[in-house]
């Protein structure tokens, strides 16, 4: 991208002394991804020493020793961080049909006609395939490879040359003595073998950082592509799965970046000059060295498959021995009280029989394989020796072609083989490709609406208007109808599956109405923009899921600008600062994962905290107080009533008693709202409602609010 005329109207540079500016970044505003990439980019400039880049603001603070670097550069910097940080988070462009999809950058488009398209494009996510980027890494392999080559013919020119007098084309350079030719190639063998050391290194340091470089880029994208994602889609995808496409396909096609393109062109090369070189000396020695080349291609191939199939049993084997021995150990006590360890040795001796079985079996084809390998590449490189040999007996090379025929069979030997495993890392890149295009290509059901909400602004009065909505073919909710005024707190009770949690997850758009519309102070909810619509709205459920961190990082997570005094005050008023100073780190204390470390009611309190630190102005009480004893539910209560003061408070509940004081109450009834009014209208109803309140309360002794003079809604 670039900026052209628009430069001076993107970046601003606000204020500045020596070592620091601040600029202000027109597309920084309300883009944290950007801040982010934008931060990360600069970072790698060794010569600036700290970078703050905040959406809020769309500013951008550089920090740097003025000795080192002039501040016209500064400016420069920031301006590459940006076009780069851009084309990273850019939306994909792409339609979601693969046969419509066409490359933008020409590169990419020639690369994906040579190499699989799908490939050539993952690898290309976030800024294309540069040419730019390739041009270090590329012109490195090819020196690597012309260095490859160029030793050992240095080589059997320095040995040649005691032997066969001297060589006429460097005496025609002026090096006529044996000593001088000597000393010249001596040095140049010392002097090749070191730069091809160094070449070495530095192509592999350059290809991994490409390579690393994608990885990132790669994982950041699909990252924010899986973020956002619309729950549907994420309720149908295994955790695991999405795991496995981030870690192990990323990684795959990782692997293949920082090893086949060098080893292939590399390869290539030496073959092609190697080539040329043996053919100038002798074109049948040429292709005596290349006769075996195809059997090992063969060889290769059928090994790469034979050994896929055998280590696939063998890892079989090993998951199914992994499973007998942790469901032996876990389950110890059971297998003792049957007295069945008989039985479980003969499971583990089968088993290992097995993997003995298919160990061997793998074992064997690789040492036949490596036999015949070796044979074949012997056969390469001695039979073209022998007859080099007999060529220089009766006088058709001279000792010096022979040296070089000597030296080039091997190399080029060596570069002939190794192409399966390039092949098998080619086609394991190719499917992890496919998996991760397939993901990128989705086209997320649930976008933001065009417009910007100010928090402070919005009352908080909510309506639902003839809602139907089903996941599946059948309807969940059907006409649905409710109006909440501001700071009103309702409850919806009703039997289990009435579609309860649907209307909570319908108004922050986890999914979409079929029909009807939602409406916040008069606004449809598809109006708004994703994270400030959900951010209006704080939800305290019963399965509180916790971060494995601190308890102070996880109500933190609230409002991550809040300070250490906003988050101990909220914590005051969730009245948790008694149990976190009985922790023994207090809030520093790690609440292990998924908060297991904590009992249901401290999770219960934490989430409360986070939710009041957000300090949103609607608030959804999913069956809060369910899994706690009456003493912790009427504490759990105390907070709750002082949270949902001056907001609109959506209550769902199984236990009347939690909702009885609400202004008013909906009894749901297979998607339908069956009755509806105050708890004594409800009771003067004499419906469902006044049946379930009257069961309900057979079976509890006593209200637990009216005992502790809470539960005031
Ligand atoms: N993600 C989902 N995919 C498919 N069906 C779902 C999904 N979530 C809920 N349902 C179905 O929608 C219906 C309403 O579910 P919902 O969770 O809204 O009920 P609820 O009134 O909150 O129930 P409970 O009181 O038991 O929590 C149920 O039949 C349920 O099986």
Redesign the pocket.
Known sequence: MKFGSSKNKELRLRWSMPGRERWEVARLHRNPLLAIEMETRLRRYSRISQVAANAETGRILVLFPPTLIKSRHIKRYIEKALEEALQCIAPQPLPAETSERTSADPLQRRMGKVFDKQLVDIVATGNGVSVKALRKPLSLSTANAVLTVLSPIALSLLVATPISGGLPFLATLGLRSKLAQFIFLGGSYLGLKTMDSYVSYLTNKNWGEYSQERERALRMKVFEKIQSMDTAYL?NEPPEKLMALINNDIDKISAFLSEAPPTVWRKWLTIGIGTAILGLVSPLVLLLTLIPAPYLYYLEKRHFTEAGKNFGKVAMDKDAQNQILAGNFNGSATVKSFASEPREYRRLSDNSDQLYASRVEALRENAGFYAKNNYAFMMGISVPLVYASYGLMIGRFTFTEVMIQMSMAPTMMESSSGHNLINYQYQEAKQAAKRLDALLHVSPGILDGPYVLERGAVRGDLSFEAVTFG??ESP?LEDFSLSIPANRTIALV?G???????IVKLLQRFYDVDQGRILVDGNDVRDFRLDNLRNLVGVVSQDVFLFNGTIYENVHYGRPDADREEVLEACRVAEMLEFVEAQPAGFDTVVGDRGQKLSGGQRQRISIARTILKNPPILILDEATSSVDNKTEAAIQRSVNRLSENRTTIIIA?RLSTVRHADRIYFLKDGELHEEGTHENLLDLNGEYAQLWHLQASHEPSDPFEETGVGRG
């Open positions: 309720e996941y599946g969940v009703g289990t599956g009435s579609g309860k949690s649907t199984h």
